[in-house]
């Protein structure tokens, strides 16, 4: 899968916007772009994913870039319960399913209270 | 929602000791995956089953087996557990298809191996 590159950290304040940035330069056309998150203690949790238009689902929205070399996940309103790491993974189509999932170092999000 | 069960959370065996380590989901995946993640080397797949009673080999098989007699359960099997595989073990499933399916996991067990 292609390599993405993410910030190590990004501190917010609860209720507010989170905006959390994800380069992906060398994506091709067939990569799927998938978002996920872990908790401290807890398993990878599934958060959204698009190939090239914007995507909302309840968790989250995905914004994409119309080059697609970039792309950001926005939490509209953080609460405590988002802090932990986030991940942005390419995903190749058709084989993605079938394959691992690599992880790269992710961005380690903490919400203020 | 997706559920994704592994059957405990928290494991202590002794070294030599066979571990089994049990996955159940119950969104009718054909994937399942056993991964294996440490402090600084990230997740490393162990293996994965694409059907009842099929599997491939991960990236780090040595030391595993599984077992998938029923498309919702996926087991791990430690045949003779080591220090070495003293790890937080974490299952996912998901629909077969392409790069568009997500992995599910579940809450991970971690494993310490005495």
């Known amino acids: 899968d292609a390599k993405t590159t993410q910030p190590n950290s990004m501190e917010s304040n609860e209720e507010e916007p989170v905006h959390l940035p994800c380069n992906h330069s060398t994506i091709s056309g067939t990569d799927y772009i998938h978002w996920y998150r872990q908790l401290p203690s807890q398993g990878p949790e599934y958060v959204i994913h698009?190939?090239?238009s914007n995507v909302n689902n309840r968790m989250a929205s995905l914004a994409i870039a119309e080059d697609r070399k970039s792309s950001t996940l926005i939490l509209h309103r953080a609460t405590l319960r988002d802090a932990a790491v986030y991940y942005c993974?390419?995903?190749?189509?058709?084989?993605?399913?079938?394959?691992?999932?690599?992880f790269g170092k992710g961005t380690l999000l903490t919400v203020n209270p | 929602d997706v559920k994704v069960t592994q059957s405990s959370r928290y494991l202590v065996k002794r070294t030599g000791e066979k571990v089994f380590l049990e996955c159940v989901q119950d969104m009718d995946h054909e994937n399942m995956f056993w991964y294996r993640q440490d402090p600084g080397l990230g997740l490393r797949l162990i293996y994965f089953s694409y059907d009842v009673k099929m599997k491939e080999k991960g990236d780090i098989p040595e030391g595993y087996s599984v077992s998938r007699e029923k498309k919702e359960r996926f087991s791990l099997i430690l045949e003779s557990a080591s220090t070495n595989q003293t790890s937080m073990y974490l299952c996912?499933?998901?629909?077969?298809?392409?790069?568009?399916?997500?992995?599910?996991f579940g809450d991970g067990t971690r494993l310490s191996i005495l």
């Open positions: 993974i390419l995903r190749d189509f058709p084989r993605g399913s079938n394959y691992k999932l690599t």
């Open positions: 996912a499933s998901s629909h077969r298809g392409g790069g568009n399916q997500p992995q599910h």
């Open positions: 698009g190939l090239t």
